[in-house]
């Protein structure tokens, strides 16, 4: 079993819709990190998360370290959103350990 | 302000030759790490470094390795190159290091391996 889970591993929806995108952990954590990568490799860093909840335009964050678990919402989705959306966790060691990623396609 | 550039952009070598890539972070920035991406294994970390020191490294065999100059510059060496190191190869800079703040990342060096 891998440490870090996503889930969907897939997922189309329609412009408009509400998105959600699970991780689930198993390891010890600093803090929770959401990356999304576009076609062509590009990585951005969305979210870096040790607690609560947190809010970025249409994205918002949550994370539950009791039940080692993080979502990522898409608020009114877009086409521009499809892109690989990708949760990785860092122990504290200065090291990451990735999800699998969730590969998101928004249709106009 | 200029973002992480790595260099080259793309790459062919054949099976046991070696090869080093580049990466410039953000002016600043003391720490870079490095990423490989297949389709197969995801995205999966190799090592970080920070003010020329490695702190921590990935489960990669030895031929993968690194440094990091005092102008916070990095390369990754890979040695005997085999089929499977054809990959995307990510880095990525930061102030302080992976885990404790944003990390920017390099659009990447895809070497392809013959």
């Known amino acids: 079993k891998n440490e870090v889970e996503q889930s969907p591993q897939n997922l189309t929806a329609q412009e408009g819709e509400f998105i959600t995108i699970n991780c689930s952990y198993s390891v010890g954590i600093s803090a929770l990190h959401w990356l999304q990568q576009h076609p062509g490799g590009g990585i951005v860093s969305l979210f870096m998360l040790s607690s609560g909840k947190k809010k970025h335009g249409r994205l918002i964050a949550t994370i539950n370290i009791q039940e080692k678990h993080s979502s990522l919402h898409i608020t009114a989705s877009h086409p521009r959103d499809s892109a690989v959306y990708i949760c990785?966790?860092?122990?504290?060691?200065?090291?990451?350990?990735f999800g699998t990623g969730t590969r998101l396609k928004v249709l106009a | 302000k200029a973002g992480v550039t790595q260099t080259p952009r793309y790459l062919i070598k054949t099976r046991g030759q070696q090869v080093t890539l580049s990466c410039s972070p953000i002016s600043g920035h003391r720490s870079v790490s490095w990423y490989q991406q297949t389709p197969g294994q995801g995205l999966q970390f190799l090592f970080e470094y920070f003010s020329e020191t490695q702190r921590n490294k990935g489960n990669f065999p030895g031929r993968f390795s690194g440094r990091q100059f005092s102008n916070s510059r990095s390369e990754m060496n890979v040695s005997t190159l085999e089929l499977g190191d054809s990959a995307l190869y990510l880095c990525a800079s930061s102030f302080s290091g992976v885990g404790t703040d944003t990390q920017y990342f390099g659009p990447g060096t895809r070497l392809t391996v013959l």
């Open positions: 990785a966790v860092d122990t504290g060691t200065y090291k990451y350990i």
